[in-house]
């Protein structure tokens, strides 16, 4: 049995038990994932689509697992891939986060405030277009400011080392060392007690020593919470302007 077969046995192992889990527990807690600085434990299966600008499309499954305990969140993530130009189908780069919220009062101008670390491993092969083949980590703050009981706006600002790869080609300007920077702005918006939305326009410097890397362009996310405290529904794209990339996504979350 193929590594990606038996990780996606574990992966849907994991669904089932927690599907079981969550819906035995009371729902007392109110949940409200619309403050990124509300952690919780979850499950989150996500079904995409992406379109790169060299006419590659991956389709495939993302599984993510959060973990939290008091003030912390840990989470993994884990891609499934089909490269319709390769017909290759392997692991993407997976994903490890670590986030430590150390306030949140949303009574408060400044409600939230969280740092976060992100590790991200290419797990897929790079020449079959499943992987990027780039270590890179990437740390970052988010801050929550409060407008209205219906309305935050959360900076986040996070910062990019890719490693270079050890088998790199002489003269090849692929996986090289790089050190970039991204600035997000997101808003979310309170549509009634199960609806949110989140509107995110970015600023991404890939590397900083050209601005040919520069780019730009947001993200967008509905969510709709269909079981109270429990499931919750959405989906989401992203586009980037001078990467000519977008990426779609059809969520189901777990809340355990």
Same mark, same amino acid.
């Given at each position: 049995m193929s590594r990606t077969k038996r *990780? %996606?046995?574990?992966?849907?192992c994991l669904v089932l038990a927690g599907v079981n889990y969550s819906f035995a527990q009371s729902d007392d807690k109110v949940i409200d994932p619309s403050k990124p600085t509300n952690v919780y434990t979850r499950i989150n299966n996500n079904f995409e689509l992406t379109n790169l600008k060299d006419g590659t499309q991956l389709t495939g499954y993302r599984f993510n697992l959060?973990?939290?305990?008091?003030?912390?969140?840990?989470t993994l993530e884990v891609p499934l891939l089909y490269n319709h130009n390769t017909q290759k189908v392997g692991m993407g780069d997976l994903r490890l986060r670590t986030f430590y919220v150390p306030h949140t009062d949303y009574s408060k101008t400044l409600g939230g405030l969280g740092i976060?670390?992100? *590790? %991200?491993?290419?797990l897929g092969n790079r020449v079959e277009g499943i992987s990027s083949g780039n270590w890179s980590i990437s740390p970052g703050i988010i801050a929550g400011i409060m407008v209205s009981d219906t309305y935050s706006i959360w900076p986040i600002l996070s910062y990019r080392y890719q490693f270079a790869d050890p088998?790199?080609?002489?003269?090849?300007?692929?996986?090289?060392?790089r050190h970039g920077m991204t600035f997000q702005l997101m808003n979310s918006i309170n549509i009634s007690e199960k609806i949110y939305v989140l509107v995110t326009p970015?600023?991404?410097?890939?590397?900083?020593?050209t601005m040919q890397s520069f780019d730009y362009g947001g993200e967008v996310e509905f969510n709709y919470m269909l079981i109270k405290n429990k499931l919750q529904v959405g989906c989401f794209s992203r586009k980037l302007v001078n990467s000519e990339y977008?990426?779609?996504r059809l969520m189901f979350r777990l809340f355990l």
């Open positions: *990780i %996606f046995q574990y992966i849907a959060s973990y939290a305990v008091s003030d912390f969140q840990t976060a670390m992100d *590790i %991200f491993v290419p088998n790199l080609v002489e003269g090849s300007t692929k996986n090289i060392e970015m600023l991404i410097q890939n590397d900083f020593t977008s990426s779609y």
